[in-house]
C-alpha cells in the first residue's frame, strides 16, 4: 500500500516562499519518479513538476519556470517542491504522486497514488 503525506502549505503573500514536503511509503521510492501537481477552486488538476528516479532530470510546467524547484532525498524517502515568487494564482491543493513512468520527452504517467494534499494560499 502506497501511501504519499505532504505538507509544508499554509498562507503566505505574494512574492513569498514555501517549500513543500512529500513523505512516501509502501513501494522503493528511489525506483520511481515523483511528481507534484495542484488543483485551484473550480478547475481540474493540473501538473506542476516532476523529477525523475534519481534526481537527475526535471520538468516544469510552464508558470513554474524559474519560480518552483523540485527536489528529492532518497535516503528520506521525500520528495520537495520549493516554492519561490508565489502569486496569487498559484493559490491550490498541492498533491504529489509516484509516477508510474517518467519519458526523457517529459509526459508521463502518473499512479493511482495521491496523497490528501496540502492547501496553499496566496494572498494579493
Known amino acids: 500500500q502506497v501511501q504519499l503525506v505532504e505538507s509544508g502549505g499554509g498562507l503566505v503573500q505574494a512574492g513569498g516562499s514555501l517549500r513543500l514536503s512529500c513523505a512516501a511509503s509502501?513501494?522503493?521510492?528511489?525506483?520511481?519518479?515523483m511528481g507534484w501537481f495542484r488543483r485551484a477552486p473550480g478547475k481540474e488538476r493540473e501538473f506542476v513538476a516532476a523529477?525523475?528516479?534519481?534526481?537527475?532530470?526535471?520538468y516544469y510546467a510552464d508558470d513554474a519556470k524559474g519560480r518552483f524547484t523540485i527536489s528529492r532525498d532518497n535516503a528520506k524517502n521525500t520528495v520537495y517542491l520549493q516554492m519561490n515568487s508565489l502569486k496569487p494564482e498559484d493559490t491550490a491543493v498541492y498533491y504529489c504522486?509516484?509516477?508510474?513512468?517518467?519519458?526523457?520527452?517529459?509526459?508521463?504517467?502518473?499512479?493511482?497514488?495521491w496523497g490528501q494534499g496540502t492547501q496553499v494560499t496566496v494572498s494579493s
Open positions: 504522486n509516484q509516477l508510474e513512468n517518467l519519458r526523457y520527452s517529459g509526459s508521463y504517467k502518473s499512479s493511482d497514488y
Open positions: 523529477i525523475s528516479w534519481g534526481g537527475g532530470r526535471s
Open positions: 509502501g513501494r522503493t521510492f528511489s525506483s520511481y519518479a
